[in-house]
C-alpha cells in the first residue's frame, strides 16, 4: 500500500515553494515524481498550435521529487508522515501525529 495517494493533501517542505499547500493530481512512482496543484509552476515558450493558435508564455505544472512533500494532518493542519496499520482485517493509512485515518 503506498503512502501517498492521488487527490492527498500536501505540504512543500524543501525548494522555492515551501510552506505552500496542494493536491496530488499525478504521480510517477518509476521516477518518484508527483505533481501536486498550484506548486512549482514554470513559464514555458508555446508556438502556435491549431488547438492553442495564439501561443506565447504559458504557465505550466512541473513535476516535484516525493521527497519534497508531506501528508497534511486532517486535525492539525501541519506536515505529518504515514503508517499503515491493520484494522478489522483491512489496511489503512493512519497519520503519525494526531491518529486520524486518511
Known amino acids: 500500500m503506498n ?5 492527498d493533501e500536501v ?8 510552506g505552500k499547500k496542494g493536491t496530488v493530481s499525478q504521480i510517477n512512482w518509476k521516477k518518484r515524481r508527483a505533481f501536486v496543484s498550484g506548486i ?4 514555458k515558450a508555446m508556438k502556435p498550435t491549431q488547438e492553442d493558435p495564439v501561443g506565447g508564455i504559458k504557465d505550466i505544472e512541473v513535476s516535484i ?7 497534511v ?7 505529518t508522515r504515514i503508517r499503515i496499520e491493520d484494522k478489522n482485517g483491512k489496511k489503512v493509512r493512519v497519520a503519525t501525529k494526531c491518529g486520524s485515518t486518511l
Not at 3 to 7: G, V
Not at 11 to 18: C, E, F, P, Q, S
Not at 73 to 79: D, I, L, N, R, V
Request: hydrophobic share 40%; charged share 25%; no cysteine.
Open 65 to 71: 521529487d516525493i521527497s519534497n512533500i508531506a501528508v
Open 40 to 43: 512549482n509552476m514554470v513559464k
Open 11 to 18: 505540504i512543500v517542505l524543501a525548494g522555492r515553494d515551501k
Open 73 to 79: 494532518s486532517p486535525k492539525t493542519g501541519g506536515a
Open 3 to 7: 503512502k501517498l495517494r492521488i487527490n
